[in-house]
């Protein structure tokens, strides 16, 4: 299987500041999603920017992608303590078929 | 509440110990798909059906089953568990692209 990678692997920052998270994929897409996990519970799914689409915005959540790249970057703003969680990146290639990356493990330290 | 649920939460048996790992959702959705998941693996698909009587393998399909009689349950069958299958365990459904998690089972083979 074709597996994006996510860089980094573990994140950790002062709470208030802004982590960036990046993953490359390997496929064309139809869209791509980030979930996030906390420890050892389902995913939770958190924004999709269609393949058309160079950013989007939700709330404190900015994606953006590069389909020239394969690239897509999450930025979590102001982070809270709330935030710590891993953060997966998923390529939606069609057939329903979500390829998910190996995640993200942000930690927000208070 | 819309929801996937799977049981058991936790399990743990012995090699050659035919299981089945029940998920089912509430939301109608056509899709459902069993996932597991292992450090540094990311989350990798085992099998998915696009509707009832409809299964197709994922990518990590050895040694798993898999079957969808009704819409709302797609329960994961190991017929003959090894430790290599010693993981943790989603369920997903979607109704469209985005895909809605089960809280996961922890299965153990000793």
């Known amino acids: 299987s074709q597996q994006g990678e996510e860089d980094p692997q573990a994140l950790s920052i002062q709470e208030g500041e802004n982590a960036t998270m990046n993953c490359s994929y390997k496929?064309?897409?139809?869209?791509l999603q980030w979930y996030r996990q906390n420890s050892g519970r389902g995913l939770v799914h958190l924004i999709l920017?269609?393949?058309?689409?160079r950013e989007k915005h939700s709330g404190r959540l900015r994606v953006t992608l590069d389909t020239s790249k394969k690239s897509s970057s999450l930025l979590i703003t102001a982070s809270r303590a709330a935030d710590t969680a891993s953060y997966f990146c998923?390529?939606?290639?069609?057939?329903?078929?979500?390829?998910f990356g190996q995640g993200t493990r942000l930690t927000i330290n208070p | 509440e819309a929801q996937v649920t799977q049981n058991p939460r936790y399990l743990i048996t012995v090699t050659g110990k035919k299981l089945t790992v029940t998920c089912s959702q509430n939301?109608?959705?056509?899709?459902m798909s069993w996932y597991r998941q292992d450090p540094g693996l990311g989350l990798r698909q085992i099998y998915y059906?696009?509707?009832?009587?409809?299964?197709d393998k994922g990518d990590v399909p050895e040694g798993y089953k898999v079957s969808r009689k009704e819409k709302r349950n797609f329960p994961l069958i190991l017929e003959s568990p090894s430790p290599n299958q010693t993981s943790l365990y989603f369920c997903?459904?979607?109704?469209?692209?985005?895909?809605?998690f089960g809280p996961g089972t922890r299965l153990t083979v000793l």
């Open positions: 997903a459904s979607s109704g469209g692209h985005e895909q809605f």
């Open positions: 496929t064309s897409i139809n869209n």
């Open positions: 920017i269609r393949s058309n689409e």
């Open positions: 998923a390529a939606f290639g069609g057939a329903q078929k979500l390829v």
């Open positions: 939301m109608n959705h056509e899709y």
């Open positions: 059906s696009m509707n009832v009587e409809v299964t």
